[in-house]
């Protein structure tokens, strides 16, 4: 059986999605971009705090389904510019244990939702 997962804490779904599923011990979250979930206003001053803002939103969703980036599993990470990858991997990596961080994938796509620079997506199991 699947658990819907939503929090005032992330930004709310602006189609028909939900921030994250729970089916069973393993939660499937959608990607999250920098929206600031009070003013749901993109934050774009730099790809730092953009990509910080992204993780914000994510450990939102995973504190929703009490969970922790210790419970991921597995990442996706969207770019849409390859030459910003060290900059958002180091932010990224600020929030894992580098000897237990999830298995991922980074790629650069043509476009993002709202034209941002990053999104990430993420599957936890508890």
Known sequence: ?????NTPNAPAPIGPYNQAVLVGNTLYTSGQI???????????????????QVMENMKAVLAAA?????????????????????????????YFNEDTAPARETVEVANLPKFVNVEISMIAMK
Do not use: R
Not at 1 to 5: E, G, H, S, T
Not at 39 to 52: A, F
Not at 80 to 94: L, P, Q, R, W
């Open 34 to 52: 920098a929206l600031d979930p009070k003013t749901m206003e993109l934050i774009t001053d730099s790809i730092e705090t953009e990509t910080k």
């Open 66 to 94: 009490n969970m922790t980036f210790e419970d991921v599993i597995k990442t996706s990470i969207f770019i849409s510019d390859m030459h910003n990858f060290a900059k958002i991997n180091a932010v990224y990596g600020t």
């Open 1 to 5: 059986m699947k658990k819907i997962i």
